[in-house]
């Protein structure tokens, strides 16, 4: 089955500025930068992609981008990065976001300015213009280009283009970092990292589920967002015993269910909150 008429124009502007560039790739491993990865490598004149590995993301997103460069045949390289050496990050203001973009494309940068590409690409979409995504402003500023948001794609687009390609991450989660499960203003450390992301870990393993989240409050109270549609299967009682008991392992001391379900950004809901009660 083709593309629409108005998303196929959309296409084609997206691979007319590709043509002939040599292009860097800030690569997740996820949706958005995999198609974008997978568009350079197919019609600009060269293409790199560039991985972040830290505390940050679990190892099995960093195997998932390996493997999907080397299937397709592109050149990519991981770069280790410490986002926890940063004072400013740490303590979790709400542009959180900005410092650790600001960071990883600087870093970028330098690997740009030593092999002489025109362009370094990021994924974000034209949804991202709806949320609270202090990030962006950190790739204004460095001049890192958005195609998708130029182009005017959106995030479904993004997948339906994928399957028109016959992508395997066609479908494949939205993936955050794991600091966005910690509110603003309370701060980030390490211990805090490795409880989500063992949390998470378990609950997906587990359970065969695909998409969550694990918000971390003080002090040490676990907030589980599910997909609606997984509650019933998830949420037995013999399974809250198992998470119970994982959960009070891994050092949290309440573990409660958000009867909302996973929703992204959940916690800038404080941040409209806030905003509507000064208006």
């Known amino acids: 089955m083709g593309l629409s008429k108005d998303l196929n124009t959309k296409l084609e502007a997206l691979i007319?500025?590709?043509?002939?560039?040599?292009?860097?790739?800030?690569?997740?491993?996820?949706?958005?930068?995999?198609?974008?990865?997978?568009?350079?490598?197919?019609?600009?004149?060269?293409?790199?992609?560039?991985?972040?590995?830290?505390?940050?993301?679990?190892?099995?997103?960093?195997?998932?981008?390996?493997?999907?460069a080397k299937k397709y045949g592109i050149n990519h390289i991981i770069i280790e990065r410490n986002p926890l050496l940063n004072e400013e990050f740490r303590s979790n203001p709400s542009n959180r976001c900005y410092i650790c973009k600001s960071g990883l494309y600087s870093d970028i940068i330098e690997i740009q300015n030593a092999i002489n590409y025109e362009l370094i690409l990021d994924g974000s979409n034209l949804d991202d213009l709806s949320d609270y995504r202090p990030g962006l402003q950190a790739l204004k500023e460095l001049s890192i280009s958005t195609p998708y948001i130029d182009f005017k794609i959106k995030k479904e687009e993004i997948r339906e283009i994928s399957k028109y390609f016959n992508l395997d991450v066609q479908s494949k989660p939205s993936m955050a970092c794991f600091s966005s499960r910690i509110p603003y203003g309370q701060r980030i450390n390490q211990d805090k990292l490795i409880k989500i992301r063992e949390g998470e870990k378990f609950l997906k393993?587990?359970?065969?589920?695909?998409?969550?989240?694990?918000?971390?409050?003080?002090?040490?109270?676990?907030?589980?967002?599910?997909?609606?549609?997984?509650?019933?299967?998830?949420?037995?009682?013999?399974?809250?015993?198992?998470?119970?008991?994982?959960?009070?392992?891994?050092?949290?001391?309440?573990?409660?269910?958000?009867?909302?379900?996973?929703?992204?950004?959940?916690?800038?809901?404080?941040?409209?909150?806030?905003?509507?009660?000064?208006?």
């Open 16 to 68: 007319t500025f590709l043509k002939e560039k040599k292009i860097i790739v800030a690569f997740s491993g996820g949706v958005d930068s995999s198609l974008l990865g997978f568009l350079s490598k197919k019609y600009a004149k060269d293409t790199l992609l560039i991985t972040e590995r830290s505390i940050l993301y679990p190892e099995e997103e960093i195997v998932e981008a390996s493997q999907f």
């Open 205 to 279: 393993n587990t359970f065969n589920l695909k998409q969550l989240r694990v918000r971390l409050h003080e002090p040490n109270l676990a907030r589980i967002e599910l997909l609606p549609e997984d509650f019933t299967k998830t949420l037995t009682i013999n399974n809250l015993n198992l998470i119970k008991k994982r959960f009070k392992e891994l050092g949290f001391t309440y573990i409660t269910i958000d009867i909302e379900g996973f929703r992204s950004g959940s916690m800038n809901e404080v941040l409209n909150i806030d905003n509507t009660k000064k208006k």
